[in-house]
Structures are given as C-alpha cells and as structure tokens.
C-alpha cells in the first residue's frame, strides 16, 4: 500500500492557524498594534473601515524591517522576538509566536511597506491568500505600514459569521483601549471609515485612562501603588461611589499587558469590603510588574489569560495595596488630576492639523454581498412586520403551533424570502411559513446534539494547549457527575489536583476558546438545578450546546442555504420549537390570508 500522510501547503497551514490567531478584525488590529510596540513605535496611527472588513491599516515610526526580513516575516514562526525555548520565560516583547503576520496573510489582501532608519530604500511587498504578489524597492518613512485589505476574503463561512460593523468596532476599540492604557507613552490615532476617530496622545497613565474613559474619572480614582520583592504593583482604582452592577471598567496589566484573573479582581473586590454593596464592582486599572520568568504568557494565541507563578501572594499583595488606599483616601482627597493645564488641549475637538491618510478603497467592496437584488427591495415590504399588532397573526395558528408540530412540510424548493436577517418566508401546503432563524436553529443544533450525546458519536478536537479550570468544591462534585455525559459528547476532561480539571479536547462543532466558559456554563446551570443531574442530563447539556453554538445571528442568507436550512429544521422530531420550547415556525394559513383580504 503507498504512503499517505503529506505535508500540509503552507498556505493551508496558515490559514488553519489563522482561525486561532485572527478570530474577527479585532485580532487583527490587536496583532499589527502589538508588532509597531514591539518594534519601538512612539506613534501609531490605525485605520478602520467598514469595521475591519475592508480595510485594517496600521502606520508605526518603529525600526521597520530590512528587504529580507520584511520577506521573511510573513513565514510562520518567523520572530526576531525569541531564539530558544528559554526565552520563552523571559518575555518582555508583546509578540513572540511568530504566527500574526502569517496568519494574517493567509486569509487577507496584504501590504507592507517598511524601511529603517539608515537604510535609503524601504521594502514594499504585496501578498494575497499566503502568496507573494510583488515585492519591490520603494521610498518611505522610517517604520511600517500594515494594509490589511478584505479579511477572511477566503473563508466565507468566517466573514459571515462576523457580527455588525458597530460590534466589531466595539471589538476594535476595546483591543485599541487595552494596547493604550498598556502604553500611554505611545501616541495612538484612530480613523474611522475616513474621518479621525480618537487621538490619545503621549501622556501619563491618570490622563491616558481620562483621555479614552472622559471626565467621569477625573475626580474619582485613587492611585495605588506597592513594591514587594515578589512584584511591583501601581495604577489606580475608582472610590467607592463609582462601582457599578457591571464590571467593565476592570483593567489588569502585567508588564503593560492586558490580561483577565478572576481571582485578582476577587481580591480588589474583596478589598473594598462593605464599602461597596455585593452585587456592585469597582472601576480599576491595576498595572502588576513581575519578573518574566514569573507568568506564563504562553496559553493561548489571543494571551489574555496568563499563569502567574505567584498567583496566591500577587493576589494577597493586591488586595492589601487596595485596603492601604482606601484606608489613606478618607483622610486624603481624591486626586486632582487636572493641574497639567495643557493637557486639556487634548480634549478640544477643534484640533484641525491632523488629517486623515487617503486610502483607495471600494468601501461596498464585499465579497459575499447577496446576488439576488430583487430580494432586498421585497424585504422592505414585509419591514415592519415584527411590529404589527398581534391580531395580525390567527391566534389558532399560534396555539397549533405551540401544541404540537403541525404537519405542514414545505413545498421543496420553493423560493424564500429572508426578512430583517431574522425570518425566513416560505410556501407551506395548505399556507405561508414563517420561520424565526435563531429559534430554529437552536432546534437544530439542539436534535443533533442530542443525537449525538445518545449515540455517543460526537466528533472531538484537540486544544492547542491543555486548558486548566480552576471550580470550588461543589462545583468539582457536579462535573464529577456530569463527566460522562461530557465525555460522549466529545469533551476531553480529565481530573488534575484538588479542585481543577484539565480540558484536553471538546467537540469539533464548538469554538476552542469558548470551551471553558462552556463547561463553566454546564457546571452553573447544573448547580443551580442540582436535583435532575442524571435525568436530564442529555438534554440539558444538548441544550446548552445549542444556545452555545446558535450561529445564525443576522446573517444574510443566500436561497439554497435557506432552503437547506428548512430542510434540516424539518428534519427534526420538534421542528416547530425552538431548543428550549418557544414558537420557532408560524403557519399562516392560506384560507386566513383569503379571509383577510375578503
Ligand atoms: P511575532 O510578533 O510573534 O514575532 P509576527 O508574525 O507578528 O510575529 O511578526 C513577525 C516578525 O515581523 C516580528 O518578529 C518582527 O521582527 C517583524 N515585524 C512585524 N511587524 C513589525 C513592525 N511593525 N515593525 C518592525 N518589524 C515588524
Ligand atoms: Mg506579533
């Protein structure tokens, strides 16, 4: 029998690393910003259009690159950042992998141009899709520039997966905010769709966080400060008025990396005491300084999760740091931060010198953008029809639909008509069907994980890196028991101390990176329903996969997916219902339409 295993292209490899490495435009951005810090950059100026999806641009005033190396750095584990494997526990560069830019390359329309200091020539190169297009001398500024043109051109099923542009500006922005407050040394400028979005220019910290969050922090963040010989710890934290139900002003640092730790912001949270009332979180910006050899940064491609040698007495360290100031501020007023008197300039918006880089693009440039015109123009009609008044819809027509399945299979391939991203339309035998997407599709999932779950045959995928989840003690009992049923799922979950488990492996249909707040999910949805552990144990879990992994959120659909969707959905034991119960199909019968217009 002849060999079979084979080298994969590398433009292949690429692009499968790619979807761990640049999961949406943020990633992106997030990748290029870090690459201009770690070639030295003082300023840095991004360019966003269309959210990311047709053009990323990111300029730097860094080293910029020699002919050779600009080549070069579109390979995969291609780093001037380490040599050996025992770098790896001295990192202080941001990158070090050397996957982005080849990453980047191989699902993207890619420009460089790049030139040092002394060289007299730059290098100017252009790649599509991994491959070389041209690579030429040009003049240019010391630095580089990224032009990141069409991302995810190459994989449909990923830029349609993408959520609104307004999110992933939001997903930009905060990679923006994180990388900032990292760096307030750094002058960052944001353009959005042509026109200047933000400008954060050098500063220190206190006006770098007022620059990006606004006044509201003038006058209420404490600085706190420490220095231990386990680590270094400065930054400031919001009084106590400023808390708030939500916890999205929590900012931890390492080495002016951002990063999550569920156990430091306990200890802040614990910090304040009964200052703050318990469903309540303190705004703070903690930046941690450790020896490198200290943390572990080598967890995840996306790396904002890091292990910390030191974790138990950083976190004592912390919180201790926090008692001190808020302790000191009820003696001491709240920081007066604006004595720099020129730094208000920063605020004006009349800041007329800086102008906006011209960029060619064909902003309505979009691969995927549906064929079928005609369809857009019969959506309008039908625009407003998630407002109209219920009476609208035959109320037995609801009531068949919640009490059973109505037998109302529809007619195949017939035309459908997608309507506000959310409904499809189609013709059923004896009247229209309306079908709401992201309900159906949870009863998809939802049958098919259950099917899988019953018949144990759930494909599984391996995780880059072994992901370690850290539960209490009743926690551990309820994954113990639930453990099985994971198991035929396709998680590869295995029991590692005291109280932490280790996740080998999850079903290949769910995202690696979701896959710990997934178990996280089915621990907390079990804790909280303890007495049916056993019995509803499949359908629990199938259920939860389902509401995990529902994709069709405001996707356009083309006619032949639509209509291989409703023929799935109408595979399904329950089609008319969505996973958890509630009206996914509408009959609305002919005979009714007929009444109506009599
Ligand atoms: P990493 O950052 O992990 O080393 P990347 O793929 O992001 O890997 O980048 C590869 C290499 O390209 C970097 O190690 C660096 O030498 C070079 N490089 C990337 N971006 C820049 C830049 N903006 N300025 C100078 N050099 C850069
Ligand atoms: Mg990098």
Redesign the pocket.
């Known amino acids: 029998m002849t060999d079979i295993i084979q080298l994969l292209p590398d433009s292949v490899a690429n692009q499968i690393a790619a979807g761990e490495v640049v999961q949406r435009p943020a990633s992106a951005v997030k ?2 910003v ?3 810090i ?2 030295g ?1 003082t300023d840095i100026s991004i360019t966003i259009v269309d959210a990311g999806r047709t053009v990323i641009q990111i300029v ?1 005033n ?4 020699s002919e050779t ?1 600009a080549r070069m ?1 579109f390979e995969r584990h ?4 380490i040599r050996s494997a025992k770098d790896i526990f001295e990192i202080r ?10 990453s980047i390359a191989a699902v993207a329309h890619v420009e460089l141009k ?1 030139k040092r200091a002394h060289d007299e020539l730059g290098t100017h190169i252009i790649i599509k899709g991994s491959e070389v297009e041209s690579q030429e001398p040009i003049s240019f500024q010391t630095g ?1 520039l ?1 032009q990141v043109k069409n991302l995810f051109y190459n994989i449909p099923a990923r830029r349609k997966f993408l959520k609104k542009n307004e999110t992933e500006f939001k997903y930009i922005l905060s990679e923006i905010y994180h990388t900032a407050l990292g760096h307030p040394q750094i002058c960052f400028t944001i353009y959005k769709d042509g026109d200047l979005y933000a400008k954060y220019p050098v500063a220190n910290l206190k006006q770098r966080i007022i620059s990006i969050f606004g006044k509201r922090f003038e006058k209420s963040l404490l600085s706190i400060e420490s220095d231990t010989s386990i680590c270094k710890i400065y930054g400031f934290i919001g009084t106590p008025e400023t808390a708030k139900k939500q916890n999205f002003d929590q900012y931890l640092f390492v080495n002016n990396r951002f990063f999550k730790q569920r156990s430091f912001q306990n200890a802040v949270v614990r910090a304040y005491g009964t200052l703050i009332s318990p469903q309540e979180y303190p705004p703070f910006f903690i930046f941690i300084e450790v020896a490198p050899s200290q943390i572990d940064v080598n967890i995840h491609p996306t790396k904002t999760e890091i292990k910390f040698v030191d974790e138990f007495n950083i976190s004592s360290i912390i919180e201790s740091a926090v008692k001190y100031t808020l302790g000191k501020s009820n003696i001491v007023p709240s920081l007066d931060f604006m004595d720099d008197s020129d730094y208000n300039d920063m605020f004006s918006s009349s800041n007329t010198e800086i102008k906006a880089p011209t960029i060619q693009v064909n902003t309505n440039y979009n691969p995927f953008a549906s064929r079928n015109s005609d369809v857009k123009n019969w959506e309008q009609l039908f625009e407003d029809f998630e407002n109209q008044p219920e009476p609208d819809i035959p109320q037995q027509t609801f009531a068949s639909a919640l009490n059973s399945d109505f037998n109302e299979p529809p007619v195949p391939q017939a035309t459908c008509l997608q309507i506000q991203k959310k409904y499809i339309v189609t013709q059923g035998k004896t009247g229209l069907l309306l079908i709401d997407i992201k309900r159906a599709h949870s009863r998809i999932l939802f049958e098919q994980f259950l099917h899988q779950i019953q018949s144990a045959s759930q494909p599984s995928q391996k995780t880059l890196m072994p992901i370690q989840i850290d539960i209490d003690h009743t926690e551990c009992v309820i994954l113990q028991q639930i453990l099985p049923e994971l198991q035929t799922m396709g998680f590869d979950i295995e029991e590692f101390g005291a109280q932490s488990f280790v996740i080998h492996g999850c079903p290949s249909s769910i995202e690696v990176t979701h896959v710990e707040s997934i178990v996280r999910d089915f621990i907390r949805d079990f804790s909280e329903n303890r007495t049916n552990i056993s019995a509803h144990a499949h359908e629990a879990i199938a259920k939860l996969m389902a509401k995990t992994s529902a994709l069709y959120r405001n996707v356009q659909m083309q006619q032949d997916e639509m209509q291989a969707f409703i023929a799935q959905l109408f595979q399904c034991e329950s089609h008319s219902l969505s996973a958890d119960g509630k009206v996914a199909v509408i009959l609305l019968e002919y005979e009714e339409i007929l009444k109506k217009f009599n």
Do not use: I, Q
């Open positions: 990748e290029l870090e690459n201009a770690d070639a950059a730097d860094g080293m910029g690159m190396d750095a291609a780093t001037s950042k560069s941001m990158g070090f992998r050397g996957e982005a830019l080849a790049t580089t990224f």
